[in-house]
């Protein structure tokens, strides 16, 4: 049990429980968490002593700094001044303890609210909402007591409007910090250890801290790499050597007396290290110079014995992970003033996100991620460098996004929550094919190779020895569909280009026009470029070119159209999917639907009817000379 003034101390904390309930609490002292039973009416709380981390002030900073800056006047015979830009600096106490009290009484006073239409679990929800907690506390700290007096002036005047908060409440709730800097330290250092990303382990923790621990999870990670990109050389190859001989130099340097004699090379050395962030975080979060490039030493000199390449590598990644994490949570905190109706439900959507971004973290497997590639791709066993860079593996926070997307899916079909659209009626189009590609095709059947059993090329023994005859396997035929919009940005040498690499292709351009239009055009053109061997001469003189079709509106109907037709079936398009929205009645409204739920149905399609997606013109002619040498 604690005594009266024990409990009046904790009082500044917020892990007082009386006043949830109004009723006697037994509160004691605990050595790793604090929590709250309203069952049985029993607290567990932290002193103020928990940990000792601290930051230097701003006057201490100046202190620590002022001996360095004295002497190297001296030695360089110029002004040199460090400042205290970009240094973390505290002129209070840091209180993590503090911090913990108030997030376990934030939990009990504003309970979780309901979530509607996601597949995430409540408990990271809870974890989610945490953030938002600390931000309505300190909301109602700020402005109950000046609404409450808003309020009562706004009762007899004549000219009433609603009350907006005041004071920097977000600067306050992002300073809060939840977990001491040596968690932090270890647990990078553990991260860094592991051959992969270990997405998992930094979900665990990170869900549960403040916006504030993952930033100084960042500071440090940052401060790490700032070794590495100290010590590498950015005008010529970057050798283990060459960067192993810098770190050594720096060592060095931040290790030796400044009561000895320095020469103005060494001193010039330590001005610039000193303005870098890897000695910047050791002043502030070890009160030593060299603390990132010990940790960096020990990576590749200790225990773990990495290259430096490798450790840039895993630095890099990890990073990635923290940015994710940080922008989710940037995305719960109001920058603008908010009202009351705003702060209670203006944000669940962006909860909704953290909370499933928290679940993919903490229960996702990122190996296994990315576009999954039509049959025809996986049958005819490509290499990665042949694969459209849309089916490519996607790099660590893109695989989170997608795993935080794949949980916020309601149970509404993807079509239907895009909203009430329509596509454009579309006219087939018959192009002027001119050109005639037979000739294109006359190859012959067998190609040579250095492998085979029967020699049918013996001239070739002297030049490259590749006198055995192997059966071509190119395959011709085909369905290519072009999205003509304006964001495509090609020209007609790239339609030509993409026309004689697939010479046997049925080869067709599709693009719409806005509403309105007071002619008698149609809405959406299905033009084709090239069939039977035969083809336009020019782009310029296709329909679609001549009478201005740059807009969308014909995706799905072309996509439909591509369904049905021989494969392999390939897609040229940046899937920037546009629609015409229409009124409930079912008018046109004169505008349009693009977001990522229309993008999301046209991709499903793609992949239902086996429809190999290429991103851009240049990736479709690469893909169509892959195909041509097969």
């Not at 001549?546 to 369904?563: C, F, G, K, T």
Request: contains cysteine; positive net charge; proline residues 3%.
């Amino acid at each position: 049990m604690m005594s009266k003034n024990d409990r009046q101390v904790q009082l500044t904390g917020m892990l007082y429980p009386e006043i949830l309930d109004n009723k006697e609490y037994q509160v004691s002292l605990g050595e790793q968490n604090a929590h709250i039973d309203r069952d049985n009416f029993t607290a567990t709380t932290l002193v103020d002593g928990f940990c000792e981390c601290e930051l230097k002030t701003t006057q201490e900073l100046v202190e620590f700094k002022k001996p360095y800056e004295d002497k190297f006047r001296k030695v360089l015979d110029t002004n040199i001044t460090f400042g205290s830009w970009s240094h973390k600096t505290s002129d209070k106490p840091i209180n993590h303890a503090s911090n913990v009290r108030k997030q376990v009484m934030y939990r009990e006073m504003f309970k979780l609210p309901p979530f509607q239409g996601v597949k995430v679990k409540k408990e990271y929800l809870n974890r989610a909402y945490n953030l938002h907690r600390h931000y309505r506390a300190s909301w109602n700290i700020h402005n109950k007591e000046r609404k409450k007096e808003h309020d009562k002036q706004q009762e007899n005047a004549r000219y009433k409007w609603k009350y907006q908060s005041r004071g920097r409440v977000s600067q306050e709730v992002k300073h809060t910090e939840l977990i001491c800097y040596d968690i932090i330290h270890q647990s990078v250092i553990s991260w860094l250890q592991m051959e992969d990303t270990p997405v998992q382990q930094m979900g665990q923790l990170l869900s549960v801290a403040h916006i504030s621990d993952a930033h100084n999870a960042k500071s440090f990670v940052n401060a790490l790499i700032s070794v590495l990109n100290w010590c590498s050389d950015d005008e010529h190859d970057t050798t283990e050597a060459f960067v192993n001989a810098e770190m050594q130099l720096a060592l060095k340097v931040l290790h030796k007396s400044i009561t000895g004699r320095w020469t103005k090379l060494e001193a010039k050395t330590f001005v610039d290290l000193m303005r870098t962030d890897a000695v910047k975080y050791s002043i502030d979060y070890d009160n030593s110079l060299s603390f990132a490039y010990e940790i960096v030493e020990t990576f590749t000199k200790g225990f773990v014995k990495l290259t430096y390449t490798e450790l840039l590598r895993r630095l890099l990644n990890l990073m990635q992970v923290l940015d994710t994490i940080t922008n989710y949570q940037e995305e719960c905190l109001p920058w603008n003033v908010v009202g009351i109706t705003t702060l209670k439900r203006g944000y669940n959507k962006p909860i909704k996100r953290l909370g499933a971004l928290y679940q993919s973290l903490c229960e996702g497997n990122f190996s296994k991620y990315g576009k999954l590639q039509p049959k025809s791709l996986q049958q005819a066993k490509v290499q990665q460098a042949m694969t459209p860079q849309y089916y490519q593996s996607k790099g660590v926070s893109d695989q989170i996004s997608d795993a935080v997307n794949e949980l916020m899916k309601g149970d509404k079909k993807i079509n239907e929550r895009a909203g009430r659209h329509r596509w454009a009626n579309v006219s087939f189009l018959q192009g002027k094919l001119d050109k005639d590609l037979a000739g294109k095709l006359k190859v012959r059947k067998q190609r040579p190779s250095d492998v085979g059993a029967v020699p049918r090329y013996i001239n070739r023994w002297v030049t490259d020895k590749q006198v055995f005859a192997r059966k071509r396997t190119t395959i011709k035929g085909g369905t290519v569909a072009i999205d003509c919009s304006g964001s495509m940005s090609f020209n007609a040498s790239d339609i030509e280009e993409i026309v004689n690499q697939l010479p046997a292709s049925h080869i067709v351009g599709y693009s719409g026009k806005g509403q309105g239009k007071k002619d008698d055009r149609p809405e959406g053109v299905i033009e084709t470029f090239a069939k039977n061997q035969r083809a336009i001469t020019s782009y310029d003189n296709t329909y679609i070119c001549e009478n201005d079709y740059y807009q969308n509106y014909v995706d799905v109907p072309a996509i439909m159209w591509l369904s049905r037709q021989p494969k392999p079936r390939m897609l040229v398009s940046d899937m920037e999917v546009v629609a015409y929205a229409v009124r409930p009645d079912g008018t046109d409204s004169h505008t349009y639907v693009h977001n990522k739920e229309l993008r999301m149905y046209c991709e499903e399609l793609c992949r239902k009817h086996d429809i190999i997606i290429l991103k851009d013109v240049d990736e479709a002619k690469e893909f169509a000379k892959s195909l041509g040498k097969r």
